[in-house]
């Protein structure tokens, strides 16, 4: 059974660190200044994990804070390759959705890269619509309702 908990402040970076490898190439060598984002996730973001047996198999941290335009914002969504098709990114988006609609946010955007076919595909799924492109990346967002 899977179990959805907020993940405490001092934990994010390990979290992700512990998913590190799913990422291509890994989160830590993509993002410059790893550390100062891993500490922008701490104070700024919501972050949850998806647990599977104490083990952490999933992650979604998202911005829900822009009071002006109402937009909340998917920073990192990943699930472990093992556990993936199992309904534990479509579990955290839920989750995600909610928060987001109960701290007043309207619209959920997320970037994702244009190579990474499923998850586009499931972010469809997940109600996300095309919004932009740049070189590497698509933009989505989706209403709250």
């Not at 949850?48 to 914002?73: L, M, R």
């Not at 890269?113 to 492109?133: L, P, S, V, W």
Request: charged share 25%.
């Amino acid at each position: 059974m899977i179990i959805l908990k907020r993940i405490e402040k001092n934990n994010v970076g390990k979290s992700l660190r512990f998913l590190e490898n799913v990422y291509s190439p890994p989160l830590s060598k993509r993002i410059p200044n790893y550390n100062q984002y891993i500490n922008k996730l701490e104070n700024s973001a919501f972050n949850y994990g998806a647990f599977f047996k104490d083990e952490i198999v999933g992650f979604i941290s998202f911005y829900a804070n822009n009071t002006v335009s109402k937009e909340a914002y998917i920073t990192q969504l990943v699930v472990k390759q093992a556990k993936q098709k199992m309904g534990i990114g479509k579990a955290l988006i839920i989750l995600c959705k909610e928060e987001a609609k109960n701290a007043g946010m309207e619209t959920l955007r997320l970037e994702v890269r244009k190579n990474n076919g499923n998850a586009i595909c499931f972010y469809k799924k997940m109600g996300f619509q095309f919004e932009d492109e740049k070189e590497e990346s698509i933009y989505m967002r989706c209403q709250l309702k």
